[in-house]
């Protein structure tokens, strides 16, 4: 199974929670490891810890990481850097070297991200040549390069687990110890 972590930079305490929170629940979800945050906000922790509590899984945040570090030390235990921007290779094409990579560390900015963040990834990689989300950005990539199906995987240990019904909510609830 691939391994990949998600680096959220940019994140502006005052205006991002609530996009840097769906960017960690999304990544989860769709099977990240955890999520790195390089910027300091302790309240983004709580919430995506709280997340996990409930919901399941081992997903971890790290809070306010040097990014360059970060890159250095995943690039020198083997791992490879994906920078998603509007303004690198289309996704369909490089998709395939994408799948092959068994450690990704998948980059996403806010507002505008470093220049060297262009240099230092081994891919920059564009979901669509226009402007959209780094919420759909990491959704879209995270499925296309899943090695099964995304949708279908287990959090263990979770306090609540739903039941897919056709019409109303199924919520089991699991008690612990
Ligand atoms: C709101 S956008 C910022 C766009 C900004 N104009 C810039 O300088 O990159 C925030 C993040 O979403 C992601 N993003 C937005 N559109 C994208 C696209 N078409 N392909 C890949 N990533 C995208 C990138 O990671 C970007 O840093």
Redesign the pocket.
Same mark, same amino acid.
Not at 107 to 113: L, P, Q, W
């Given at each position: 199974m691939k391994k990949i972590v998600l680096l959220r930079? #940019?994140h502006r305490p005052e205006r991002d929670k609530r996009?840097t929170t769906h960017v960690g629940l999304t990544a989860r979800l769709l099977g990240a490891e955890g999520m790195l945050l390089a910027s300091n906000d302790p309240g983004i922790v709580e919430t995506l810890e709280d997340v996990v509590r409930r919901w399941g899984g081992d997903f971890y945040i790290k809070n306010n990481v040097n990014y360059k570090q970060e890159i250095k030390e995943w690039k020198a235990a083997g791992g490879k850097v994906c920078?998603?921007?509007?303004? #690198?290779v289309n996704?369909p094409d490089v998709t395939d070297e994408l799948k092959n990579c068994d450690r990704l560390m998948i =980059? =996403? +900015?806010?507002?505008?991200?470093p220049p060297e963040i262009y240099q230092l990834a081994d891919w920059n =990689?564009?979901? +669509?040549?226009?402007?959209?989300?780094?919420?759909?950005? =990491?959704a879209i990539?995270m499925d296309r390069i899943a090695d099964d199906e995304p949708l279908e995987r287990e959090f263990p240990n979770a306090e609540l687990t739903i039941v897919p019904a056709e019409r109303g909510k199924q919520v089991i609830e699991n008690f612990r110890g």
């Open positions: 930079l #940019g996009i920078h998603l921007s509007m303004y #690198g996704l =980059v =996403v +900015g806010a507002e505008k991200v =990689v564009a979901v +669509g040549s226009q402007p959209h989300s780094e919420v759909a950005a =990491v990539t």
